[in-house]
């Protein structure tokens, strides 16, 4: 199977001025994943987080023409959905506890600021895991995403436990050398620092 040819943030946004649903895609996994965990940090409701990140992929593709840099899309794509949350929350505020604890618990610039760095973090975090050798991807992704064991990653790879180990480090010694020092502590500290010891 071919691998998937990964493009610089300009190229893809030049095909997807195009209108190439194959960048669309890519844009798509690129930024799918670190919105929800944004959205939903933000209004505490996932499947509510996913319908509004879903939208807001609809705006930009009925906006192709407006975005001339890459930057300016992912603040589109932040910014709207931020927006929207808040949209949200306020249609919610008729439930009295919630509308009780946003205001004992108001949302500051701080807090938005760190939700905007968590979300960025895991955006690269996951553009790098694409680009890991196959077998160090798999194993990766299965620990990050699912959570497995290393027992359960050999049994559903065929491999042994010492291999799946082997193919761990590898692949976290190539995302600390890809990644900045402070996106990779954070990374860390978002999915668990124990995997770094197993």
């Not at 499947?47 to 807001?56: F, L, S, T």
């Not at 609809?58 to 906006?63: D, F, S």
């Not at 919630?98 to 975090?125: C, G, Q, T, W, Y």
Request: glycine share 4%.
């Amino acid at each position: 199977m071919a691998a998937v040819k990964i493009l610089s943030d300009q190229e893809l946004l030049s095909l997807f001025r195009d209108g190439s649903s194959e960048a669309f895609d890519q844009l798509f996994n690129r930024f799918y994943s670190p919105l929800c965990l944004f959205a939903e940090n933000i209004i505490k409701d996932i499947h509510v987080a996913e319908d509004i990140v879903q939208e807001m992929f609809l705006k930009i593709w009925q906006r192709q023409q407006d975005f001339e840099q890459f930057n300016a899309l992912r603040s589109f794509l932040y910014t709207g959905v931020k927006n929207a949350c808040f949209n949200h929350l306020e249609k919610v505020k008729v439930r009295s506890k919630h509308e009780d604890f946003v205001k004992a618990h108001p949302i500051s610039e701080a807090d938005m600021l760190n939700l905007l760095i968590r979300a960025e973090v895991v955006r690269k975090l996951y553009s790098v895991m694409d680009s890991l050798p196959e077998q160090c991807r798999y194993v990766i992704r299965m620990t990050f995403d699912e959570g497995k064991k290393p027992k359960e990653i050999a049994d559903e790879l065929g491999i042994t436990i010492s291999t799946v180990n082997n193919h761990k480090m590898r692949g976290l010694r190539l995302l600390k050398d890809r990644l900045t020092d402070q996106d990779f502590g954070i990374a860390m500290v978002l999915f668990g620092l124990t995997i770094i010891h197993h």
